[in-house]
């Protein structure tokens, strides 16, 4: 008689490949407040899972070789080892993040320890029971083939089950920290289906196990959470920065990054130096007139709230994230009905709307060493000129290391193959080595008809545009390359040296 049906093997199969490819998903999610949501990020996320899956692979195939009850019953425990480390993957992170992140200098490194130390454990055991399974389904049933077939089949819809749920469902309607819940959950029960099909004699014990697992993962669910807000694309965190208690000052940290500040009684005065660099600029430009504009990224709506406390306007957003927009209306004070806010893509509302054009077009796609690579390219910055009106100026906030301007140089040449004028403004001080270094690039039909501002971030700052011999003298040493949709490597462009 077969230790279990083919029916269930494939069930069972399903099953643990969609719970560990919803752990994949939300381990990007998870590692965000700590480390960012970046290529680095899924490329260590994507690494580590699967070599836990090749470890538990080897391992399942191994145990495999065992009498099928023994090796049903030993997998059993390999599942519920993967609920239990799956439960208190939260609790791990919280632990390790501080360590791992203080002690390893090198971002990627360090990303790739600390995914390393919280997910290969529950990856590497929900590895475990594919070949076991297998195995069982082939000496169970008359149709070798046809069952090794089911059971591969029965792993990659799960999968893509697993993908679906915790991109589209699970991560934003129950957030990180039940998801895994969830997932834990879900593993006790096959863990139990596989013990109970085993002739497990004694249950009491994985019983025992299984309840203290999922008081495990209940509890993480009572943990507080880093994010204020946890949407579709962000870990939504706002702080109260604020001297006085009477006069707040809100920061915005999207993930890991502080975003924008903003402050309630002084809506048109900028905390940072790019935005008062961008707001500057673009009123300068426009002669201290109205005008209209087009906003690449909300964040906070600084920006586009001090214009609409100026005057200035029609204003359009486009912000991708609606939970965004949301937090800045209730913790930065901007107002919805003071511009039109599109919740899509930037580049998609520019395409959508060809006979549309603006008198500046702002460019807030940096932070950090996160960027969207679609928003830096020629193509991209082709969209934004034919979207401009005669006369009108593209601003576009960077930042960049002192000394390597790498991205800077690419970023100029790409937009040099676009405009027939590109300025890049600073502040005008002499920067530390190595420091992180905030400019923005104007882009426009003519130049500037100043080439220096004193600019509000709150305190009076000076700010210039770096000569043209620097500007050459930079592209000719790093010969960068021109930014396309085919071939854009800003991460690396960006990311450590």
Not at 74 to 90: D, E, N, R, S, Y
Not at 348 to 369: K, N, Q
Not at 388 to 394: E, H, M, R
Not at 419 to 438: D, H, I, K, L
């Amino acid at each position: 008689m077969p230790l279990a049906p083919l029916w269930l093997l494939v069930a069972l199969q399903g099953a643990v490949s969609a719970a560990s490819l919803v752990v994949e998903i939300v381990a990007g999610r998870m590692l965000a407040p700590y480390v960012g949501m970046s290529l680095y990020t899924w490329t260590a996320v994507i690494a580590v899972v699967l070599a836990g899956f090749s470890a538990g692979h080897w391992l399942g195939g191994r145990i495999a070789e065992r009498p099928a009850p023994r090796a049903l019953r030993l997998t059993g425990w390999a599942i519920l080892a993967a609920a239990l480390t799956t439960a208190v993957a939260g609790l791990l992170l919280r632990a390790a993040a501080g360590p791992i992140l203080g002690a390893v200098s090198h971002p990627v490194w360090a990303i790739t320890l600390l995914c390393g130390v919280v997910f290969f454990p529950p990856s590497f055991f929900a590895g475990v029971p594919a070949p076991v399974f297998a195995q069982i389904a082939v000496i169970s049933s008359p149709g070798s083939g046809r069952a090794l077939g089911a059971m591969f089949t029965s792993g990659a819809i799960g999968a893509i089950a697993g993908t679906l749920l915790a991109g589209f469902v699970f991560i934003s309607w129950l957030g990180s920290a039940l998801t895994l819940t969830v997932v834990a959950i879900s593993y006790v029960i096959t863990a139990l289906i596989c013990l109970i099909l085993a002739r497990e004699g004694r249950l009491a014990p994985p019983a025992a196990l299984s309840v203290a697992i999922m008081g495990l993962a209940a509890g993480a669910t009572t943990l507080p959470s880093p994010c204020d807000r946890e949407s579709r694309y962000f870990c939504i965190r706002t702080e109260d920065i604020a001297a006085d208690p009477a006069s707040p000052v809100n920061l915005m940290v999207l993930d890991h990054l502080a975003h924008g500040i903003s402050a309630r009684d002084l809506p048109r005065v900028m905390f940072t130096d790019y935005t008062a660099m961008l707001d500057g600029i673009a009123r300068m430009r426009m002669g201290g007139g109205p005008f209209s504009a087009f906003f690449v990224g909300g964040g906070t709506f600084s920006i586009p709230r001090a214009w609409a406390d100026r005057g200035i306007g029609p204003l359009t957003v486009a912000e991708i994230d609606p939970a965004v927009t949301e937090v800045a209306a209730e913790n930065f004070w901007f107002d919805p009905e003071s511009a039109t806010v599109l919740h899509e893509d930037a580049r998609r509302a520019l395409l959508s709307r060809p006979g549309a054009r603006y008198d500046v077009i702002v460019g807030d796609a940096f932070t950090d060493i996160a960027v969207p690579p679609h928003l830096v390219t020629r193509e991209f910055f082709q969209l934004v000129r034919n979207r401009l009106a005669p006369g009108g100026v593209f601003v576009m906030n960077v930042i960049d290391f002192e000394d390597r301007l790498d991205t800077l140089a690419a970023l100029h040449a790409t937009l040099d193959a676009v405009f027939p004028n590109v300025e890049v403004w600073t502040e005008q001080r002499r920067p530390a080595p190595g420091e992180r270094t905030v400019l923005v690039l104007a882009a426009s039909d003519a130049p500037s008809p100043v080439s220096s501002l004193t600019l509000r971030t709150p305190d009076p700052k000076p700010f210039g545009v770096l000569a043209e011999e620097f500007i050459h003298g930079l592209r000719a040493a790093k010969q960068p390359v021109i930014l396309t949709d085919d071939y854009a490597p800003i991460d690396r462009l960006l990311g450590p040296g």
